[in-house]
T-cell receptor, first 116, second 113 residues
């Protein structure tokens, strides 16, 4: 089974703090993704990476950065946390769709971040 | 702008009945379609994937895809209280090297005992 883990289930930070959210997958997936999920807005893509040291902006990258130094690990960084970044953060991973059926995204358990 | 539309619900279905969840998408070039189930406070888990027109069955779940109408649906037969959750439709636009999913906002399903 694919396993995607995230460093924390719940996190409380103060405005202005630098926040690191870590994600690790154990299935040798090339693609990794960071989403945030808010009521009424659904899942929105922040950043994704399709290879080590590669990154692409998603739909809402402002206020975030990412790091992918190793294939299995993808970090989301909030440079200076703000209250509007209070949300559920979900990491996912997948294979590229070289063959039909391989591009399913598998999600980690999520980190509920509260910024005070 | 590539969009995925779902009725937000809530959709209430009696136990044992068929629940029907619908999703439309904006781009005819879409390649892959997914249904995820999400329980409150949990992360999405894959229920079904479908890639070609027609029906795909897995146990009590059937996914239906009609690319001409840009429509994908999920049927849940013999609905159980444990099926109560939010169901997310997701579409992969099929751009190789840019394998992003666009998610609908989800339909909240409640199974009434």
């Amino acid at each position: 089974d694919v396993k995607v883990t995230q460093s924390s289930r719940y996190l409380v930070k103060r405005t202005g703090e630098k926040v690191f959210l870590e994600c690790v997958q154990d299935m040798d997936h090339e693609n990794m993704f960071w989403y945030r999920q808010d009521p009424g807005l659904g899942l929105r893509l922040i950043y994704f990476s399709y290879d080590v040291k590669m990154k692409e902006k998603g739909d809402i990258p402002e206020g975030y950065s990412v790091s992918r130094e190793k294939k299995e690990r993808f970090s989301l960084i909030l440079e200076s946390a703000s209250t509007n970044q209070t949300s559920m953060y979900l990491c996912a991973s997948s294979l590229p769709p070289r063959v039909v059926g391989t591009d399913t995204q598998y999600f980690g358990p999520g980190t509920r971040l509260t910024v005070l | 702008q590539k969009e995925v539309e779902q009725n937000s619900g809530p959709l209430s279905v009696p136990e044992g009945a068929i629940a029907s969840l619908n999703c439309t998408y904006s781009d005819r070039g879409s390649q892959s379609f997914f249904w995820y189930r999400q329980y409150s406070g949990k992360s999405p888990e894959l229920i079904m994937s479908i890639y070609s027109n027609g029906d795909k069955e897995d146990g009590r779940f059937t996914a239906q895809l009609n690319k001409a109408s840009q429509y994908v649906s999920l049927l849940i037969r013999d609905s159980q209280p444990s099926d109560s959750a939010t169901y997310l439709c997701a579409v992969d636009w099929g751009d190789f090297g840019n394998e992003k999913l666009t998610f609908g906002t989800g339909t909240r399903l409640t199974i009434i005992p």
